[in-house]
């Protein structure tokens, strides 16, 4: 049964660069859509973006100029890095295993993205 | 705001049988598949329904998801008090190209 865990920095001072990482056990990082996902105190759930094994990424495009997924396939770990922090990136962090199908037919295209495994979270607050 | 709408909050006798609504557009619900998400209080999120209206091995048949043009709908039967939790739309947004949810519906069993 494939687990996530989160691992990284409780405290971030402002400016500065948030890391976190995410160890994936009881299966293999191959394939899936590896997805990061926030939510800040009392509030609902911000999709960060995610990484393919094979590397390639999608991120938020309120967040874009900010994010940097990568992997790490030796390890079995994938890696956030968000930068120059303020407050408002106070939250609780979650990795999670992503599924992204397309069903394409006569010329369209329909997409399924979601989350099937998620790590238990990691609280993550920006102050000085 | 999220791109997805969601009543903030719904209410039920335990027994009962209760809806959320998740109304989206062209560009995400009206063309894609919709996910939804069961959060209990203090734990992390977890996937009730994919692809509408599949459910993952697990998760039990009072759970119900459908979907009609650019809004899709979770059903809960049988209500319970263990099913007081939060609950997440998602799915993907084409012209974004990004995955969205929706801000959550708080679910009180009374």
């Known amino acids: 049964q494939v687990q996530l865990q989160e691992s990284g920095p409780g405290l971030v001072k402002p400016s500065e660069t948030l890391s976190l990482t995410c160890t994936v056990s009881?299966?293999?990082?191959?394939?899936?859509?590896w997805s990061w996902i926030r939510q800040p105190p009392g509030k609902g759930l911000e999709w960060i973006g995610y990484?393919?094994?094979?590397?390639?990424?999608n991120y938020n495009p309120s967040l874009k100029s900010r994010v940097t997924i990568s992997v790490d396939t030796s390890k079995n770990q994938f890696s956030l890095k968000l930068s120059s922090v303020t407050a408002a990136d106070t939250a609780v962090y979650y990795c999670?295993?992503?599924?992204?199908?397309?069903?394409?037919?006569?010329?369209?295209?329909?997409?399924?993205?979601?989350?099937?495994?998620w790590g238990q979270g990691t609280t993550v607050t920006v102050s000085s | 705001q999220s791109v997805l709408t969601q009543p903030p909050s719904v209410s039920a006798a335990p027994g009962q049988k209760v809806t959320i609504s998740c109304s989206g557009s062209?560009?995400?619900?009206?063309?894609?598949?919709v996910s939804w998400y069961q959060q209990l209080p203090g734990t992390a999120p977890k996937l009730l329904i994919y692809?509408?209206?599949k459910r993952p091995s697990g998760i039990p048949d009072r759970f119900s998801g459908s979907k009609s043009g650019t809004s899709a709908t979770l059903g809960i039967t049988g209500l319970q008090t263990g099913d007081e939790a939060d609950y997440y739309c998602?799915?993907?947004?084409?012209?974004?190209?990004?995955?969205?949810f929706g801000g959550g519906t708080k679910l009180t069993v009374l």
């Open positions: 999670a295993r992503g599924v992204f199908d397309p069903y394409c037919s006569g010329g369209s295209c329909y997409y399924y993205y979601g989350m099937d495994v």
């Open positions: 062209s560009s995400n619900i009206g063309n894609n598949y």
């Open positions: 692809e509408n209206d």
């Open positions: 990484i393919y094994y094979s590397g390639s990424t």
């Open positions: 009881g299966g293999s990082i191959s394939s899936y859509y």
């Open positions: 998602g799915t993907w947004d084409t012209s974004l190209s990004a995955g969205v």
